[in-house]
């Protein structure tokens, strides 16, 4: 008989007549199941590779839809002599990239074509700091309750990560194909504006997440359950800007935290204690007494000593709504780069907030938090931006063109 063993040593051919002829089934069955394998998984990457989010009409791409595995966020600040034509001229360059590149083709005069074998998913979104409308005196184009942060008791900003006059937010399921494009856009952008900051981030990839399924953050926590639905009219009402300037009709604000993780603290917590810190359970992301991840949060239920189910100061219970209005899309990205010292890793949250008035709905639940939120004995916001998002674009109209003309 020939064993398991035999089979996984590749000990078939000596094991007599019979076995050779098994061998040779198996061999030919071997290769044919290689083949199969090599051919299914060359067309789900063809797959991943082809898929093109759209990218005209009244939004930009890149917010009301699943994070793609990778993103860019690009912080420019313009050049001392640049204008509002400079600006505008800037916008008809990135606009016509934008159309190019996510159609999944090289930009004009790409130094390298052949980068470009696909969109896969391939979002840009442009957006501009509050700094940019003072330094162009556009200060009567500001949308309603856009703003610089103030400063918070939890921050410890650094400077390499914060500010910004010009947003650029790619977000793509290949990363190949994210660097191509950043480059792509980084290169026109040169004449108009100087790097920043740029900050990388990531979810799982295509395939890992089944679609729809709620992504994890690297404290192991699910992320991003209570947000308002993929067109909803909830999603609606607190992303898009509806009134104001026309540019930003159509168009969002967005905060942008960087916000780093102490892990290995964290990792030192036992999982109960873990789960009282958000309020949610790390297995299902269901609320602390509840089964499943979309089951309402009962704020009042008490345990049979008399603590609430979920803690006081547990970051679900400061974040929650107090006021109606309180409410906005997040869409986290994980990151991790190489820490300080050698073998320290430095991870974290590029965490994002999209608003139709950040003011009114962000920032007093941000200052809930920075009040207390027992979250913060574990991460550090490191980095902050706010950006006004321009409308979407319709084929030949340009990018934000109703600010700088
Ligand atoms: C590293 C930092 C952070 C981590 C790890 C984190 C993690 C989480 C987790 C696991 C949840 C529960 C699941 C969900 O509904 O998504 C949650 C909910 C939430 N977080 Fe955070 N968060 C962070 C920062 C922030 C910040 C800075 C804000 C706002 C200023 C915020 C606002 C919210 C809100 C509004 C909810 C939903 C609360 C509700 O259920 O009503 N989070 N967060």
């Known amino acids: 008989m020939v064993t398991r063993r035999q089979i996984l040593l590749g000990g078939l051919a000596t094991a007599g007549a019979a076995g050779g002829v098994l061998a040779a089934n198996g061999a030919a069955a071997a290769q044919a199941y290689r083949e199969g394998f090599a051919a299914a998984e060359l067309k789900s990457q063809t797959k991943v590779a082809k898929q093109k989010s759209s990218f005209n009409g009244s939004h930009q791409a890149g917010i009301e839809q699943r994070a793609q595995a990778h993103a860019n966020f690009i912080g420019l600040e313009i050049g001392s002599k640049i204008t509002k034509d400079d600006m505008l001229r800037w916008m008809v360059l990135l606009t016509d990239d934008i159309t190019r590149l996510c159609n999944g083709e090289p930009v004009l005069a790409d130094p390298e074509p052949d980068l470009m074998i696909g969109a896969a998913n391939l979002t840009v979104t442009v957006g501009f700091g509050p700094a940019?409308?003072?330094?162009?005196?556009?200060?009567?184009?500001?949308?309603?309750?856009?703003?610089?942060?103030?400063?918070?008791?939890?921050?410890?900003?650094?400077?390499?990560?914060?500010?910004?006059?010009?947003?650029?937010?790619?977000?793509?399921?290949?990363?190949?194909?994210?660097?191509?494009?950043?480059?792509?856009?980084?290169?026109?952008?040169?004449?108009?504006?100087?790097?920043r900051w740029q900050q990388a981030g990531f979810t799982n990839a295509v395939g890992s997440n089944p679609e729809g399924k709620t992504q994890r953050n690297l404290m192991g926590q699910v992320d991003g359950t209570d947000n308002p639905e993929f067109g909803s009219k909830n999603f609606a009402n607190q992303v898009w800007i509806t009134g104001g300037p026309a540019w930003a009709i159509g168009g969002t604000q967005l905060a942008l935290r960087r916000i780093q993780m102490n892990l290995p603290t964290w990792d030192m917590l036992g999982r109960n204690d873990k789960e009282e810190v958000i309020g949610r359970h790390l297995d299902t992301g269901a609320p602390l007494g509840q089964k499943n991840e979309f089951d309402p949060i009962n704020f009042d239920a008490k345990k049979e000593n008399g603590l609430q189910v979920i803690p006081p100061f547990a970051h679900i219970r400061r974040a929650a709504a107090k006021r109606p209005g309180e409410q906005f899309f997040r869409r986290p990205f994980n990151y991790q780069v190489v820490g300080a010292k050698p073998g320290e890793l430095d991870s974290g949250l590029l965490w994002t907030a999209y608003a139709a008035d950040l003011t009114k709905q962000y920032l007093p639940v941000q200052q809930r938090l920075a009040d207390f939120d027992l979250l913060n004995k574990w991460t550090t916001p490191i980095g902050s931006a706010v950006f006004a998002i321009a409308r979407g674009f319709e084929p030949g109209q340009v990018l934000a063109e109703e600010l700088f003309s």
């Open 132 to 195: 940019l409308f003072k330094k162009l005196g556009l200060e009567s184009k500001v949308p309603e309750g856009f703003a610089e942060l103030p400063g918070f008791k939890i921050d410890q900003l650094r400077d390499e990560f914060t500010g910004g006059d010009v947003l650029i937010q790619l977000g793509a399921d290949d990363l190949l194909i994210l660097s191509h494009a950043t480059r792509a856009l980084l290169r026109d952008s040169e004449p108009f504006g100087t790097v």
